[in-house]
């Protein structure tokens, strides 16, 4: 089992950027970020693959978000710039043993909130 623990999350103004942390108890072959708006279902953000030799983009967030991953701390980042009002949600950092086509994930953290004022 892995345990996954997201930070960084916060209140920002549009155009403007934060980082978020994702601290892993144990190595995996794919780490990546979700996103959960009000209202809205679960979306697939930006994934990593380990050593970060393969990074996947949503088209939403391509040009303005960037992964990365610290192999020797067991940790994943994800930069967010040019902050807009629709990036506001939970943002969840997940982990899997294999690269899957749809990104499906093994692990789940608990989540972090991100809040774009316009």
């Known amino acids: 089992q892995v345990q996954l623990v997201e930070s960084g999350g916060g209140l920002v103004q549009a155009g403007g950027s934060l980082r978020l942390s994702c601290a892993a108890s144990?190595?995996?072959?794919?780490m990546g970020w979700f996103r959960q708006a009000p209202g809205k279902a679960r979306e697939f953000v930006a994934a990593?693959?380990?050593?970060?030799?393969?990074?996947y983009y949503a088209d939403s967030v391509k040009g303005r978000f960037a992964i990365t991953i610290d192999n020797a701390k067991n940790t994943m980042y994800l930069q967010m710039n040019s902050l807009k009002p629709e990036d506001t949600a939970v943002y969840y950092c997940a982990a899997a043993l294999v690269l899957r086509r749809d990104y499906g994930m093994d692990y789940w953290g608990k989540g972090t909130l991100v809040t774009v004022s316009s």
């Open positions: 990593i693959t380990w050593g970060g030799g393969n990074t």
């Open positions: 144990g190595r995996t072959f794919t």
